[in-house]
């Protein structure tokens, strides 16, 4: 019997977040995955560089993708530098594959980075969440629902 999955990941040092996924996406679920980085990759993580802004993960022949990630060069890297945006395999186990590619072809969901970060072993991971996009009226929601939290705050901290 399989262990169960912590309900948070361990995250010891973000190096990119993805803070406009819960805007544009209603989360459903998220995956943790390992990343197939080459040496000057890691280094440019480690130095704090990297940008999953624009990027996203598929499934294509059974393995999962991470498409678009931006990982500089890496300063002091020679001639046999990376790549920056070259897609990059990651590590999942199969049934884990198997339940995302379901979901994105019959439901229609997107698989979306919400961050890289490296664990408490220091493995470079990916947190990647099931998504499902929004609408405008839903994201119109969400702003009159998060200023709302904001007002309600400040009237609670003004009353004392």
């Not at 309900?7 to 406009?20: E, G, P």
Request: hydrophobic residues 35%; proline residues 4%.
């Amino acid at each position: 019997m399989a262990r169960p999955k912590p309900a948070t990941f361990d995250k010891q040092k973000t190096v990119a977040d993805n803070r406009r996924v819960r805007f544009d996406y209603h989360v459903d679920e998220t995956f943790e995955a390992g990343i197939a980085l080459v040496g000057t990759e890691v280094k440019s993580l480690r130095a704090g560089q990297g940008s999953i802004k624009e990027s996203y993960a598929e499934v294509r022949d059974g393995q999962v993708w991470l498409v678009n990630a931006n990982i500089p060069e890496f300063s002091h890297g020679n001639r046999n530098n990376h790549e920056p945006k070259r897609p990059r395999k990651l590590l999942m186990h199969e049934r884990e594959i198997e339940k995302l590619f379901g979901a994105v072809e019959r439901k229609g969901m997107t698989l979306v980075p919400l961050s890289v970060y490296f664990n408490g072993r220091g493995r470079a991971k990916v947190e990647l969440a099931l998504a499902k996009g929004k609408q405008a009226h839903d994201k119109r929601q969400t702003i009159k629902d998060r200023d709302w939290k904001r007002d309600k705050a400040r009237l609670m901290r003004d009353r004392g």
